[in-house]
C-alpha cells in the first residue's frame, strides 16, 4: 500500500445574514453583510477586513467571489461558479482581492470587493458571495477548514422589485394527531428581488372554527428562485375528536401584502 495519505476535510462555515460583524472559530470579519442599491454601470468598491485572535494558529486564507444559494431553513449557502446558473446573479461582474493571504495571529487583511454594474443588468436584484475560507489546519488524516460567507444583496436602482412566490406544498406532518397536529410548508420567491415575508395558519373544524393559530414571523430575506421549508405547529386546547378539519395557510409580506395561500382537509 501506498504510503500517500489522505485528509478527511472537516469544513466549518458559517452563514453571516444580519451582523455586519462577526467571528467563528478564531476566523472574523468586519463587514459581514453587503447589502446596497446600484443602478446600471456604477462601479461597486466595498471592503472586508478579515482578523483573527491573538491565541490563534496562523492561517493561509483564500477567497473567492461565488453563486448566492439558501438552503431549505434559508442559511446562505455558496454555489460554485459552473453550478451558478441564476439569471439574478451577481457574481459575473464582481471580484475579490486578494485572492489570497496569510494572517498571523491577531493580524488583519482587507480584503476588497470590486465590480462594474453591467449597463444591461436588468431589473430586480443581483446576488453574490464572498466566501473566505482557510486552508486546512491538522495533522494525519483530519484537517479542519473555516470558512465565513458574506452575502451580496444588490438592489437594481429604478427597476421594478417583483415581489411575488407561490406554495409550493403543504402536507401534513404524520402521524395525523388530534393532540398535536403540524404541517411543513415549502414557499418559493417567483420575483426578481429579495424580501422577508411571514407566514400565518389556522386549524378550523368544518364549520370554520378556529381551533389553533401557528405563525411563524420570518426576519431574513429570500432571494430569488429559492424555495424554504416552514414548519407549523398546532397545538389545540383541547384535542380534536373524531372528524373533518382544514388548515389554511396565507404567506404575506411584512406589510401584511398576501403572496400567497393554501388549504388543506385532514381527519382525525
Known amino acids: 500500500m501506498s504510503k500517500i495519505g489522505f485528509m478527511i476535510l472537516i469544513y466549518i462555515q458559517i452563514a453571516v445574514i444580519f451582523c455586519i460583524s462577526t467571528a467563528y472559530g478564531g476566523l472574523g470579519v468586519t463587514g459581514a453583510l453587503i447589502e446596497m442599491e446600484v443602478a446600471p454601470g456604477d462601479h461597486i468598491s466595498q471592503e ?10 496562523p492561517m493561509d486564507l483564500l477567497v473567492d467571489v461565488m453563486g448566492y444559494g439558501q438552503s431549505p431553513h434559508g442559511g446562505s449557502t455558496e454555489i460554485s461558479p459552473d453550478k451558478d ?30 465590480g ?3 449597463a444591461d443588468v436588468g431589473a430586480g436584484g443581483r446576488y453574490a458571495i464572498v466566501n473566505i475560507r482557510s486552508q486546512p ?4 488524516t483530519v484537517g479542519i477548514s473555516l470558512a465565513i460567507n458574506v452575502p451580496i444583496r444588490l438592489t437594481i436602482k429604478g427597476t421594478d422589485q417583483v415581489k411575488t ?17 403540524n404541517a411543513n410548508l415549502i414557499y418559493k420567491n417567483t420575483g426578481n428581488c429579495h424580501y422577508p415575508f411571514q407566514v400565518v395558519a389556522t386549524l378550523d373544524d368544518k364549520a370554520g372554527q378556529v381551533l389553533a393559530n401557528a405563525s411563524v414571523p420570518v426576519s431574513s430575506p429570500i432571494i430569488p428562485t429559492c ?6 405547529p398546532f397545538r389545540p386546547l383541547a384535542a ?13 409580506l411584512e406589510d401584511g401584502t398576501p403572496l400567497a395561500s393554501k388549504g388543506i382537509e385532514f381527519k382525525v
Open 48 to 57: 472586508i477586513e478579515v482578523q483573527t485572535d491573538v491565541g490563534d494558529s
Open 85 to 114: 446558473l441564476s439569471p439574478y446573479t451577481a457574481r459575473p461582474f464582481l471580484k475579490a482581492s486578494p485572492a489570497s493571504f496569510h494572517l498571523e495571529p491577531g493580524a488583519k487583511q482587507v480584503v476588497t470587493l470590486e
Open 116 to 118: 462594474d454594474v453591467p
Open 137 to 140: 489546519m491538522g495533522n494525519g
Open 165 to 181: 412566490g407561490e406554495i409550493e406544498s403543504l402536507e401534513l406532518v404524520q402521524p395525523i394527531s388530534g393532540v398535536e397536529q
Open 227 to 232: 424555495s424554504w421549508t416552514i414548519e407549523l
Open 240 to 252: 380534536l375528536s373524531a372528524g373533518d378539519y382544514n388548515i389554511n395557510v396565507t404567506v404575506s
